[in-house]
């Protein structure tokens, strides 16, 4: 959430050593007369992406998104395209290339994240970009990788082949959405701050080619509860830390009971909560003073993240009547909801370009939370999309359809094209 801009360096197109493989593009044109892209180039990419270790350093052995943000650079330099980095915290960076359109003035933002989850537990190589009867396997296949290749090799697609968009179109390769969303909290900073107008934002996203209009928020924090410590041999010399947790999950089931339906979303659904974590106990044979749980509450649009914290704070204390000693923690994670008017014309003519490739594309809503909301924030119309299904994000054997990557990277190709 606390991304810092500085430190920027742009690129202008030099090739070396290092650079993707730049392949072959026909020049078939499908039967709208846009642009086609090259299959085996778009597999070729995905591949290369997902053969790059991206984890994100907040877990365990992380490697950290340096070797992708060195690949969206090489891309964009073997292009002759202009790109700029943004410094976030040590050595991670967004970068941001450019594909100038007609109307400098007026731009269209493709954004996706380049970090993965951990590969703890995975039953394929991780690392090894697999194609099997028509999918691709590895770690960051679905989650985001697919997302990522199809925008770079859409707009790659459209320069090798002379198309020139009706607006510039700017492709971020970010950092940190899988822990903080720091990589796109800095991009949005820069953002606000910029002259040119952004027409709305695609974050990419595992989606089914589907349109998420709107999803939920959260906010995460701990509850401690207290006792007092004794021999286990006497337990009624203590107040069991652990034994008291109780009336407080009774407490929670109760709020969310009455509380919850009260703010269903049409498209997300109501609020929810999970105690995700408990830790409580020193030794088998002391009473445990401390029992601490860790509440993930989902918000819906219209809801702020820290009113409903001390809402939540607040209620708890009252169904609790003082008979259980608790601290309720400040959040050590926020995030928003993202809501969009479905009278949007960004969201009109994104969805008539998905329709044209997939009838069946609707617009929708989503229970998790992505970069998207960061931007909508900052007045971006903003809306999730992209290939494959969030069942197969974070998987032990994650994998994405090839053939659904293409369609992603032929809708956004139709999509900038026609734009008005």
Not at 10 to 21: I, M, N, S, V
Not at 147 to 164: D, F, I, P, W, Y
Not at 203 to 209: A, D, F, K, M
Not at 285 to 296: A, Q, S, Y
């Amino acid at each position: 959430m606390n991304g810092e801009l500085g430190n920027e360096q742009a690129g202008t197109g030099r090739l070396g050593t290092g650079q993707p493989g730049t392949g072959q593009l026909r020049n078939e044109q499908p039967g709208n007369g846009l642009p086609s892209l090259d299959f085996a180039r778009l597999v070729e990419v995905l591949g290369d992406l997902v053969r790059i270790p991206s984890v994100n350093p907040g877990f365990p052995s992380g490697h950290g998104e340096q070797g992708v943000a060195g690949y969206v650079k090489s891309f964009f330099s073997a292009m002759n395209a202009g790109w700029v980095s943004q410094h976030v915290e040590g050595t991670r960076e967004n970068v941001i290339g450019t594909l100038p359109g007609r109307d400098g003035g007026r731009y269209l933002l493709l954004e996706a994240h380049m970090d993965t989850v951990q590969v703890d537990g995975m039953t394929i190589p991780p690392f090894e970009g697999t194609v099997r009867d028509g999918r691709m396997y590895g770690r960051g296949a679905c989650d985001t990788k697919a997302s990522l290749a199809a925008m770079l090799v859409a707009v790659e697609t459209l320069h090798r082949q002379g198309a020139v968009p009706p607006l510039t179109v700017r492709l971020a390769a970010v950092v940190d959405e899988e822990i903080g969303y720091r990589g796109v909290s800095a991009l949005a900073e820069r953002l606000a701050g910029e002259a040119p107008v952004c027409e709305g934002a695609i974050v990419g996203e595992p989606t089914g080619l589907n349109l998420i209009t709107a999803h939920k928020g959260c906010v995460r924090f701990h509850i401690d509860v207290h006792g007092k410590a004794a021999h286990s041999s006497e337990p009624g010399l203590g107040v069991n830390a652990i034994g008291q947790a109780v009336p407080l999950l009774l407490a929670l089931q109760a709020i969310e009971s009455s509380d919850y339906p009260l703010l269903d979303h049409p498209l997300t659904g109501p609020p929810t909560h999970c105690i995700s974590m408990i830790r409580g106990g020193v030794a088998p044979n002391t009473v445990p003073e401390l029992c601490r749980l860790t509440l993930d509450r989902r918000t819906v649009p219209g809801e702020e993240p820290m009113e409903v914290y001390h809402s939540l704070a607040s209620r708890l204390a009252e169904e609790l009547g003082g008979q259980t000693k608790i601290t309720v923690n400040k959040p050590f994670i926020i995030d928003y909801a993202l809501d969009n008017p479905q009278e949007s014309p960004f969201i009109a003519e994104l969805l008539a370009a998905a329709a044209r490739s997939v009838p069946a594309a609707r617009a929708e809503g989503a229970p998790y939370g992505s970069d998207a909301s960061k931007l909508a924030r900052i007045g971006i119309p903003s809306v999730v999309f992209g290939p494959g299904s969030i069942a197969q994000a974070h998987t032990h054997d994650e994998w994405v359809e090839l053939g659904e990557v293409a369609q992603a990277a032929q809708i956004l190709i139709d999509f900038i094209m026609n734009y008005k």
